[in-house]
């Protein structure tokens, strides 16, 4: 399996909902990411998780709140989001090199979020 | 501040055409330098370079990184309308997994 799989595909939420956005590999990769794209942009990295450890945070503001229940997992809690949040966020993962996490990364389809 | 330019931003070509993209970085703590081609929706890897001077090449497609000059470029030769796309050169720092991107080149291949 070399693919990184990520549902919902597409999402809309009001600005009090609570959602959870969901990244899956099992390509044994011990680095998983999530990168927000706002449209004709680049993406821009939020968390690196490494060996189930949160590593990098971006200054992400708290409304978002990363998880990594376990290596194949990562999940991205949203809570009292802001129409400015709407974007696709894309989740990767990487294999491990000791835990210098430079390896290329491989990048899921996205979900779709609009926040209304 | 570190930072990651990619020239021309878009290109429009016809089918046969060959196409050099550019990307050049100023990046404290660099590790490898990144292509990535984006349709639709994930960006899909293409090619990883950490040393200066060797070409990388996938089919129609080659890159080259120069660490000296801190620059990289991608080449397609015989373009296709299938590589119409946004081609994305991103940085990866040395340790922790950190890519930044640059802007992204939007490529378009005519019939």
């Known amino acids: 399996d070399t693919e990184v799989t990520q549902t919902p595909k597409h999402l809309v939420m009001g600005m009090t909902n609570k959602k959870s956005l969901k990244c899956e590999q099992h390509?044994?990769?011990?680095?998983m990411y999530w990168y927000k794209q706002k449209a004709k942009k680049p993406p821009e990295l939020m968390f690196v998780?490494?060996?189930?450890?949160?590593?990098i945070n971006e200054s992400v503001p708290s409304r978002f709140s990363p998880e990594c229940p376990n290596s194949s997992l990562l999940n991205l809690h949203l809570h009292a989001l802001q129409p400015e949040d709407s974007a696709l966020y894309l989740c990767?993962?990487?294999?491990?090199?000791?835990?210098?996490?430079?390896?290329?990364?491989?990048f899921g389809p996205g979900t779709r979020l609009t926040v209304l | 501040e570190d930072k990651v330019v990619q020239s021309p931003l878009s290109l429009v070509v016809h089918e046969g055409d060959t196409v050099t993209l550019n990307c050049s970085y100023e990046v404290t703590n660099f590790r490898s330098l990144l292509w990535y081609k984006q349709e639709k929706k994930a960006p899909t890897f293409l090619f990883m370079l950490t040393s200066s001077g060797i070409e990388k090449k996938s089919g129609r497609l080659s890159s080259i990184l120069d660490k000296k000059e801190l620059f990289s470029i991608l080449n397609i030769t015989a373009t296709q309308t299938g590589d119409s796309a946004v081609y994305l050169c991103?940085?990866?720092?040395?340790?922790?997994?950190?890519?930044?991107f640059g802007q992204g080149t939007e490529l378009s291949v005519k019939p």
């Open positions: 991103a940085v990866l720092y040395n340790q922790g997994g950190k890519l930044i």
């Open positions: 998780y490494s060996y189930e450890k949160l590593s």
């Open positions: 390509m044994g990769h011990r680095a």
């Open positions: 990767a993962s990487s294999q491990p090199s000791g835990r210098a996490n430079d390896n290329e990364q491989f």
